[in-house]
């Protein structure tokens, strides 16, 4: 008898499973996953309005994408996004239908088909000096055949050819010690100057003959004083640059052949002259812009070589470039700040004096975008024949904004393009007495709803039926509603940006709840260049403290590098008010969250400086006791990539120093572990989540033996490479690669496991879950990536198997587990081969560690593939018994498989992909994912299938009619008994 | 198995230094070699080969991600200044998988190019990557037939009461009546409640 039910269950057990991969039919896109594509701060805009028809600006981003984006709403007609080393130096259009790029510091000229973004051609110049690179594309210069494109780049000026971009002609000036600035064209005569300097004060131009690049001329003379920054040419033979001190401006003519130069003080031009000056690089013909201690000073300069200024504005922000309007008319625009409100003008640059202005709108920018750095005119004709203005505002937190009329058209939250962090968080509990008259009143549309479900599912729908019973799910009210689910499906995705923007996402339908541009992570005197590093949950009431609102902790640092001092902000994840943000005196290289809280549910943080010192928040008294409890129970460790050397630390005493500071701590460290250096070198470390939760800690084989893993939240895996393998692949021969890994105990410094991959190098992703750790190298023997996983078992609890013993009492299952208590463990490896090369790893999490794992592999196609993770298992054979099938091994294959139904992007890409996050829902079976790039996707999974809830296509009508039909049947034969009864009776 | 691959290299080095026919130009860069090939998708619908729609999203990768370029109309691409060595090109296409490919760039014959598929170790004679396989992302669902009603749990339902109407009786006629009419009596005693005093109304009809 226990053998059928025992046999039954793992037929059932089997029919559950047999069916692995997620899956998803096409007419659930968008159910439960949203996807939004971004593009990045934009560095280049060049609008393309001519025509009739689409009207469309083509951007390049800080992102390295190139976009076509619509300018009537903001969208995306088409969008690529180049390499991380190919970045856009210059942008432009050309003949009218293709796309310019130049990328790769100059090196590689690409033209694509505007209307489709098809690449058309590409080509490579080859230089061998690093140089500046420009790129112009004439608008009128014909050789011979076609148009042609200059481009300056890695010490080389070539002609290019735009219909099929081959190289007519090129110069090269790498031999000379010069340093090109300038590329001028004259538009008569076809000359091209090449103007540059020599040192600081040498000044040197070459003419070339466009048609065919012949030298015409060289000429070459010395300034009379030193140079600094950048040249800028105001006309077609003028140049300015100010001099070494920043005192005088220099102007040059090169017209006639000759370089004539003059050079004038700018105290002579402006009264207070106090602070820095600096030449903006804005082109604006016969004139320029002249920065000087917040001023904007805009210069004249006269064919005779006569500075004169022509205005001073206050408090300008951005600047753009001058725009021609008409025949010998160019027009320019600049942008103020005023309260509350963006002033934008609009300036005729050949007007005599500014007074005359286009255009003055007073626009109301949200002040959470900061402040304008950057803008981009284009003019259109109204019907009256006037000229109209838009202008393309790139604010500080990296959005796009399209202003028109005094009036923002679109804006693109542009700064999601650069996610430095996330974090999950509920949404507030639902408050009573609101849904329930909701519901009643839409139970006829509900029914309503179910029926053409049910009429879906019976195939009787018309395709109109079909398009609304589409329209009906996606539009579902219910997955965007601000407050928390049952099931835990509806959370907020707090997002931190590389603008310093914080970000709520609702995981619903992925609209922004709240952003909040951090104070202290905004450009100012005391940090000049702040950057966020991470965000930390801080507050998360859930027992008590229920009436607070939970809230996260921003650290992020003031400069890149480790020395820079720390700022900290907490901000409340409901509303993204900044509750408190604090300039921290000392630097920060590690933050550590105590699995501490205090009574108001406010988590124990620990930061790390660099001067080995722990700093300790929340900064009160409570906290202090808290940690004086659990003082020797507090370990981590450092890694040091460079030297190779990880160590383990704890706390040992507060601080000792002039200013008593009871917060400060100083640590000891524990252990450290060395690598040889000349044989290895770090490449990768991987841990456990903090909040990961195991459900069973025994493992039962098919031969009714138990395994024990080995679990321990303070296991590190460590992946070193041979130093000559470090590169990239290519760069290293078999013979000379080896990547060795290990698992080491971050309490005790102990190696559980060491493993070496002979012929292997990196890149490593790992991921680290329970007892085991899967890892994706590549191999260069075989010339593919491979697969590793290691699972470690606990031995000394191995004994425990006998019932016996777990019935009096002398097992050891309760005794507590200890790094200290150095248990024997026993590792189990294997390798397969995967296809692709990996830009992210991670692991499904959910609530009580009750459902099968799946590893979300983000592939170098920037999709991400869901692999369960039975398939990664040391104990698969070739040939698995017939008991071990039953558990559910999968034979030994020698490389994963890849199901293109278990890609849970489906047919989506996240460009870009950098990180994938997994949350646990409040369903035990599902998995919320959050991957982000470029572009920012979310879905919800379930790794085994959703066993403890209806699916969402569940049909209810269907229910409820076999539930009608059940009880009419009842009646039925209740009536027929009855009757049959009777006459029986009656007999 | 390993020198076997060997033999096969080797066998096809000799096959190209005699015939020569290399499909890489050598440009003698002191640095790198070029790398040009060509990406063929077979079109939808068509069996012939050309290029659909969306060719422009194809991106070709070297080594990773180290480089990354696209392809022109007409499928080619190309990677400049590739130091000599092995190399990996990935072929990234929404709705097509792509084998790797290894591609050795020899120092020896400047220039020359060896490429094989490493997923199933086949070499190229001629630089051209071809789809293995066209990627199915969905499910296709179903046609509604009358067996998924009968396998939901609905359909079991209704198939249980309709065997226990039709069946059940059937059972019961076959069994003696003596003792049928001795279990009755026992259920009657034992007051097991009949489906009729469950019901409103029941019991005023029936008694």
């Not at chain 1, 053998?3 to 997620?22: G, K, P, Q, T, Y």
């Not at chain 1, 974090?423 to 408050?431: D, R």
């Not at chain 1, 680290?768 to 697969?787: G, K, T």
Request: glycine fraction near 6%; charge should be negative; proline fraction near 4%.
């Amino acid at each position: 008898m226990a053998m059928a039910i025992r046999d039954f269950l793992v037929l059932l057990l089997f029919l559950l499973c047999a069916h692995f991969s997620f899956s998803l039919y096409e007419d659930q896109v968008g159910l439960m996953d949203w996807h939004q594509q971004y593009i990045g701060k934009v560095k280049h805009a060049v609008f393309h309005t001519q025509k009739t028809g689409r009207k469309r600006v083509l951007v390049s981003t800080e992102e390295n994408v190139l976009a076509s984006l619509d300018l009537r709403h903001g969208e995306i007609f088409w969008r690529h996004a180049l390499g991380t080393n190919d970045v856009i130096d210059g942008l432009d259009i050309a003949l009218g239908k293709y796309v310019i790029t130049l990328s790769s510091d100059g090196s590689i000229l690409r033209a694509w088909n505007l209307p489709d973004g098809q690449m058309v051609w590409e080509s490579f110049l080859p230089g061998s000096k690093a140089s500046k690179s420009i790129l112009n594309v004439p608008k009128n210069l014909k050789t011979d055949r076609d148009d042609l494109i200059l481009v300056f780049g890695n010490g080389c000026l070539h002609a290019v050819s735009s219909i099929d971009g081959e190289t007519l002609w090129k110069k090269d000036f790498a031999g000379e010690s010069i340093d090109v600035q300038h590329l001028i064209l004259s538009p008569h005569d076809d000359i091209i100057y090449v103007a540059g300097f020599s040192g600081s004060s040498e000044f040197f131009v070459y003419q070339f003959r466009a048609k065919n690049g012949d030298l015409l001329k060289h000429n070459d003379a010395a300034l009379p004083c030193g140079t600094s920054g950048e040249l800028l040419s105001v006309s077609n033979d003028m140049l300015v640059i100010l001099d070494d001190i920043r005192s005088k401006i220099v102007t040059i003519n090169i017209g006639n052949g000759d370089i004539n130069h003059n050079q004038k003080y700018i105290s002579e031009l402006i009264e207070d002259s106090s602070g820095q000056p600096a030449i903006l690089p804005s082109k604006l013909p016969g004139m320029f812009a002249l920065n000087l201690d917040s001023h904007i000073i805009l210069l004249k300069l006269t064919n005779e070589g006569e500075l004169a200024v022509v205005d001073k504005i206050n408090s300008v922000a951005a600047i753009s470039d001058a725009l021609s309007i008409s025949e010998g008319r160019h027009a320019f625009a600049f942008v103020q700040h005023g309260d509350n409100k963006v002033h934008l003008y609009v300036k005729d640059v050949n007007a005599n004096d500014l007074n005359g202005d286009f255009l003055k709108e007073n626009i109301v920018i949200d002040d959470q975008r900061g402040f304008i750095e950057k803008i981009f005119i284009n003019n259109y004709v109204r019907t009256d024949r006037s000229y109209g203005f838009r202008a393309l505002m790139v604010m500080e937190d990296h959005s796009l904004v399209l202003v028109q009329q005094g009036e923002t058209v679109w804006s693109r939250e542009d700064g999601l393009a650069a996610v430095v962090d996330v974090t999950a968080s509920e949404l507030p509990v639902e408050k009573e007495g609101v849904s329930v008259a909701k519901v009643e009143q839409n139970l006829f549309e509900w029914l309503k709803g179910h029926m053409l479900k049910l009429k879906g599912t019976l195939m009787i729908a018309s395709p109109e039926d079909i398009a609304a019973i589409q329209a009906m799910r996606l539009r579902s009210s219910e997955k965007s509603k601000m407050t928390r689910d049952h099931n835990g499906f509806r959370k907020l995705l707090i997002v931190l940006t590389r603008a310093g923007k914080i970000f709520a996402l609702h995981t619903g339908d992925g609209h922004v709840v709240w952003s909040v541009l951090l104070r202290n992570l905004r450009k100012s005197e005391a940090c000049e260049h702040p950057v966020g590093i991470n965000i930390y949950q801080w507050q998360v009431p859930h027992h008590h403290a229920l009436d607070e609102n939970p809230s996260v902790l921003v650290v992020g640092r003031c400069g890149s590098n480790l020395t820079a001092s720390a700022v900290i902000s907490f901000i409340d994840a409901y509303t993204g008010m900044e509750l408190n943000a604090w300039n921290l005196p000392h630097t920060i290289a590690q933050v550590i969250q105590l699995p501490y809280t205090d009574s108001k549910e406010q988590r124990l943080h620990l930061i790390i400086d660099a001067d080995k010192k722990a700093h300790l928040h929340p900064r009160t008294p409570e906290a202090i006791e808290i940690l004086r409890h659990g003082f020797s129970n507090v370990y981590w460790y450092s890694v040091e990539v460079d030297n190779g050397i990880i160590r383990g630390h704890a706390l040992k005493s507060n601080c000792i120093g002039e200013v008593v500071d009871e917060y400060c701590f100083v640590f000891r460290d524990l252990w450290s572990v060395v690598f040889p250096s000349e044989s290895e070198k770090i490449i990768a470390t991987v841990t456990r989540k903090s909040n990961e939760v195991v459900h069973t800690q025994a493992k039962v084989m098919a031969d009714q033996d138990v395994m024990y893993k080995y679990i321990s939240s303070n296991l590190l895996f460590v992946a070193n490479v041979a130093p000559k393998a470090r590169g990239e692949i290519g760069t290293a021969t078999p013979e000379e690669a080896w990547l060795v890994v290990y698992i080491i105990d971050t309490v005790t410094g102990r190696i559980l496991h060491r493993m070496t991959h002979q012929g292997c190098q990196g890149p490593v992703h790992a991921v680290f879950s329970e007892n085991w750790v899967v890892y994706h190298y590549f191999n260069l023997r075989a010339h593919r990536y491979e697969m590793s996983v290691v699972e470690v078992y606990d031995q000394s609890r191995a004994d425990n198997k006998d019932v016996w013993k777990l019935i009096l009492g002398k097992h050891n299952l309760t005794s507590p587990v200890s790094s200290y208590s150095r248990p024997e463990v026993i590792a189990k490896s294997q390798s397969y081969f995967f296809t692709h090369s990996v830009k992210a790893m991670e692991v499904t999490s959910t609530v009580k560690g009750i459902t099968s794992q799946q590893l979300l592999i983000g592939t170098i196609g920037d999709q991400v593939l869901a692999l369960d993770k039975r398939y990664l298992d040391p104990r698969r054979t070739v040939n698995p018994s017939q008991a071990e099938k039953e558990e559910g091994i999968i034979p030994l294959t020698d490389s994963l498989p890849i199901i293109s139904q278990s890609y849970i992007t489906h047919s989506l890409k996240v460009e870009g992909l950098r990180r994938i996050i997994t949350v646990p829902a409040k369903l035990e079976s599902t998995s919320l994912v959050f991957a982000y790039g470029v572009d920012l996707f979310f879905t919800r999974i379930a790794p085994s299938r959703t066993y403890d809830s209806l699916t969402e296509d569940f049909n209810y009508a269907l229910l409820l009619i076999t539930i009608v039909a059940l009880v009419a049947a009842i009646f039925v034969t209740w009536v027929l008994s009855e009757r049959k009864e009777l006459q029986d009776k009656w007999r | 198995m390993h020198s076997k691959r060997l033999l096969f290299a080797l066998f096809l080095q000799l096959f190209y230094s005699i015939f020569s026919s290399s499909f890489a130009q050598a440009t003698g860069s002191a640095e790198g070699y070029p790398i040009s090939g060509r990406v063929k998708i077979p079109s939808l619908g068509t069996k012939e080969f050309g290029l659909p729609g969306k060719v422009s999203n194809v991106k070709v990768i070297l080594n990773g991600g180290q480089r990354v370029t696209f392809l022109r109309p007409d499928g080619y691409f190309s990677f400049h200044n590739v130091t000599a060595g092995t190399h990996l090109i990935e072929v990234a296409a929404i709705g097509y998988f792509f084998s790797p490919v290894r591609v050795d760039v020899s120092a020896r014959n400047p220039g020359k190019i060896h490429a094989a598929l490493t997923e199933n170790r086949r070499g190229l004679s001629e630089f051209v990557l071809e789809p293995l396989r066209e990627e199915v992302y969905y499910e296709i669902r179903e046609p509604f037939s009358i067996m998924s009603i009968v396998k939901s749990p609905m359909g079991l339902m209704m198939g249980f009461m309709l065997l226990v109407v039709f069946v059940m009786p059937k059972l019961m006629e076959n069994m003696d009546p003596e003792e049928m009419r001795r279990a009755q009596e026992e259920m009657r005693n034992q007051g097991v409640p009949s489906l009729a005093s469950f019901l409103p109304g029941a019991s005023s009809s029936s008694s």
